[in-house]
Each structure stands twice: as structure tokens, then as C-alpha cells.
């Protein structure tokens, strides 16, 4: 599967962006996708994940409220909406695939080469 990961910038803070994950290559819906992000120095962390069918999503409680995932199965892309954003949400944002929804890296065997989040205070 490749993915390719778009929608970063610069933004202030309180504002929004929609990220995208397109994928290609096999059968989208046969995954459940996840988005990851690495602040400047930090970790890979899990910031959203949705499941193969849409149904069930898992956010970080750091974005609860804020983000939203979504999936259009037909456009074999997923999207990560991302609203009152604050400058600890800056970060290279990633999208994974994995059989089943997982809140670990680990289970992601696909990756996209990411895309960057700045959120100026």
C-alpha cells in the first residue's frame, strides 16, 4: 500500500486544517488507518485511528473534542480534521495502515512520508 499524506501548514492558533491520506496500490477498505504525529524531539504518538468499515474511531485524549477522522472508502483516502488547534499540536503528521485498529505503532505496517503541522501561538 503507498500513502500520501497532504494538508499541513501553518496555521495560528485556534484555527483549522484538514489533512488527507490517499492510498493506493491495494484494497483501502481492507484497513484500518491510523494518524500519528512526532512533535520537534519527541515521539511518535497516536493521535486518531479509524477502523476498517468507519464505524469505530479511537482519538488520543489529547484531541478529544478537537479532531475528527474520518473515511471515504470510495476515494480510498481518510482525513484527519483538525480544529482549535494549539501550538503543542505542531508536529510531522503521519498516516499508517494496519489490519485491525490498533493504538500502537507496531501494528502499522504501511506508513506515509508525512506531512508538517506548525501551529504559531
Known amino acids: 500500500v503507498q500513502l500520501q499524506a497532504s494538508g499541513g501548514g501553518l496555521v495560528q492558533a485556534g484555527g483549522s486544517l484538514r489533512l488527507s491520506c490517499a492510498a493506493s496500490?491495494?484494497?483501502?477498505?481492507?484497513?484500518?488507518i491510523g494518524w500519528f504525529r512526532q512533535p520537534p524531539g519527541k515521539e511518535r504518538e497516536i493521535v486518531a485511528a479509524?477502523?476498517?468499515?468507519?464505524?469505530?474511531?479511537y482519538y488520543t485524549d489529547s484531541v478529544k473534542g478537537r479532531f475528527t477522522i474520518s473515511r471515504d472508502n470510495a476515494k480510498n483516502t481518510v482525513y484527519l480534521q483538525l480544529n482549535s488547534l494549539k501550538p503543542e499540536d505542531t508536529a510531522v503528521y503521519y498516516c499508517a495502515v494496519a489490519p485491525l485498529l490498533s493504538i500502537t505503532h507496531l501494528a502499522y505496517n504501511y506508513w506515509g512520508q508525512g506531512t508538517l503541522v506548525t501551529v504559531s501561538s
Open positions: 479509524i477502523a476498517r468499515s468507519g464505524s469505530t474511531t
Open positions: 496500490g491495494r484494497t483501502f477498505s481492507n484497513y484500518a
